[in-house]
């Protein structure tokens, strides 16, 4: 399947240059899990003290790696700890047998590392519904302990792909009471692995000290303005992770959840969440969806989602369509409040309608000129209030249909 | 538009044999509200004494045409009533211009037939956000009114179409107190006109005798259960219309919601229902979700139609694969109750999981050959309760994305 698809048109000329953070290191291999030749394990490993929160899919279908996760967070962390992932299968819907294999693979990295097995978080991306070969994993455990190294989070962001038709990774630094902090952080998703769904699986470190029920805080928080404001196709995978581990290795302390920090790591959250949009299945334009004016943010962020999820109004903008009836048609049918007589909408800076009707000033050849742009913007002002949302979103096209029809497992 | 898209492989034969309605006249007729050549305007008188119920869309944006209908209902029934529909444009998203059109149409219908205006009942379909040229459709309102016709309800189901690919016609005839009453109806939808959104008009008579709450009472409960239960991309027009004349000219009166005529009713609504999900943007498979052992009936709909509408469940049906993950997946997003090892999952027959993993007795070569049929069902159990719901749908395929994406108008 990966090799079969072209690399994204949205995707950045390269892997970023990220630095090493203090206190982590990475190991990648090759385990052939589901496919030979490929990197499909990763192990990385966190210093003593370090903090980890996460947040994860809310399916009710979850995997059992998702769940063990759910259970070992905000433990100790005066112990370190490990994140491990496994491309190739994603050991959900696969009963009892699932529990088992995280089970195995936590326990051969404790043994490998010495770390105690509540505190190694392991991911599963791949195929689902067929038992996990852990024991080809657990027999790859050792290598991967005996490897480890600070500079191998490319390595890791490559292992971690399925059909991602390019590594996902994105940094920022930031000074805190004079100390330099770093922030790096991986992303995987939008790509399948035949014959499921796709997986978004994330995961952020930095050299920061921040207790854990803060990181979590802060975590939680940016993850409802960034990887909570993208959508490909309104589906939801069953195995979404994303953790973020801080070491504390810079000795610079966050105390508050607002500031600088947050701002950081949001600009690496928001890096990365955007990555995964433009390796969409088919994507070809990326468009980020601006909503003001709502009774409220949450009523924006439903219009927004609304609007992003729409076939109707995804296949128009794959057609470079100013469709805004379409726009119209998603705010209507989202559920949140709205007034057609006091909705403004707009293509980038082209007012298209406002006050329930076409605007005067448009006319059809300016939409049909920006929508042949690649990035694009909609802006919707319900005339309402004062909440506001943005979310991102790319085009339906065949190659989503193609991705995900034409060719099977 | 609608003359590049083939014919669904998944029409009837052709136009059903529908019978007369005692009281009901239909006339049809070319007012080139958009394009010249095809039938494009109806009228439809129902006889002095009928009773009409309608639901509507929910949209927050919907048209002035469903404004004015909603309005209008619940009125007094002894002075008859008429239902007139354009197709060419929708008069949605026309702001202040759009209730006048509405208003030009209904006094226009209102002089040529001697009924009061407030029983003039209005849809529009077709490009949105353009002003309707009501003058096209007021010059040709007398011609109409001087050419009902007992018979003409094939006509009607012509005009009314947009970029459908079939006309779509259901009928039925049931005895209450010795008396036949004849049911029959008329639809259009889920074809497209650009550059706009699908929109589904529904129109049925029959000459039983109905006290308008009581044909609302009916008419709200068989909509929940069929055309509600319907999907074709999750998108909501902004102009859906179901209306219900009943005439009483068959002297025979219903007098409680359960019974043989609600049993007719609902087999006429559900054959309309299924006719537009068969007429689909792309649609090459129909296929039946039947939930059960949910927690209750609200939460079998829920899962229903969070896997009818899942781009990764409509894309697997349209490559033939028997995904069942892409099942689990759309059951743990759904929002409503799962338990992983409660449920089930069958193709037709065929038992592909269960207690939460691959049923031991499936084989995917099964599942491969029953996904080749054009007619599927897709059964879930949850293992939680005793609530069920069966909703429909079709396929996700390159022919949607073609009709929505690739054309331009």
């Not at 805080?217 to 589906?235: A, K, P, R």
């Not at 610079?252 to 949001?266: H, I, M, P, Q, Y």
């Amino acid at each position: 399947m990966a090799t079969t698809t072209p690399i994204s048109p949205l995707a950045p000329a390269g892997f970023p240059e990220l630095p090493a953070v203090d206190g982590v290191e990475f190991a990648s291999g090759e385990a052939a899990v589901k496919y030979e030749g490929r990197k499909d394990v990763c192990l990385i490993t966190l210093a003593t003290g370090s903090s980890v929160a996460g947040t994860f899919t809310k399916s009710a279908t979850r995997s059992a790696n998702v769940l063990d996760c759910q259970r070992k967070l905000g433990g100790a962390s005066d112990a370190g700890a490990a994140f491990f992932i496994n491309s190739g299968n994603s050991n959900a819907f696969t009963g009892r047998a699932g529990e088992g294999s995280v089970k195995a693979i936590s326990e051969a990295i404790a043994n490998a590392t010495g770390l105690p097995e509540d505190r190694i978080f392991t991911s599963s991306t791949g195929v689902i519904g067929e038992r996990l070969p852990h024991e080809k994993i657990t027999a790859k455990v050792a290598d991967l302990a005996g490897s480890l190294d600070a500079d191998g989070i490319e390595g890791a962001a490559q292992a971690i792909m399925t059909t991602d038709t390019f590594a996902k990774g994105a940094t920022a630094t930031v000074e805190i009471d004079g100390k330099p902090v770093k922030i790096a952080g991986i992303a995987k998703g939008s790509g399948m692995i035949a014959p499921d769904m796709a997986t978004m699986l994330v995961y952020v470190f930095t050299d920061a000290k921040v207790s854990q029920p803060l990181l979590q805080e802060i975590l939680s928080d940016l993850t409802d303005v960034t990887f909570n404001c993208i959508t490909v196709d309104s589906d939801t995978s069953t195995s979404d992770t994303l953790l973020l581990g801080a070491t504390g290795a810079s000795g610079a302390e966050v105390t508050s959840k607002d500031g600088a920090f947050s701002d950081a790591l949001k600009s690496v959250m928001l890096e990365l969440a955007h990555l995964v949009v433009k390796d969409g299945e088919g994507a070809t334009k990326f468009v980020e969806i601006q909503v003001t004016g709502a009774a409220n943010d949450a009523d924006a962020k439903t219009h927004g989602l609304a609007i992003a999820n729409s076939p109707l109004v995804k296949t128009a903008v794959a057609g470079e369509d100013a469709n805004w009836g379409r726009v119209v048609m998603a705010i209507g049918k989202s559920g949140a409040a709205a007034d057609r007589d006091l909705l403004s909408i707009r293509f980038g800076d082209i007012v298209v309608a406002e006050k329930g009707w076409v605007a005067e000033s448009y006319a059809e050849e300016q939409g049909a000129a920006y929508m042949k742009q690649d990035h694009l913007e909609i802006g919707v002002d319900l005339g309402l209030g004062d909440g506001k949302s943005t979310v991102w979103t790319c085009d339906l096209t065949h190659g989503y249909i193609s991705i995900n029809a034409d060719y099977r497992s």
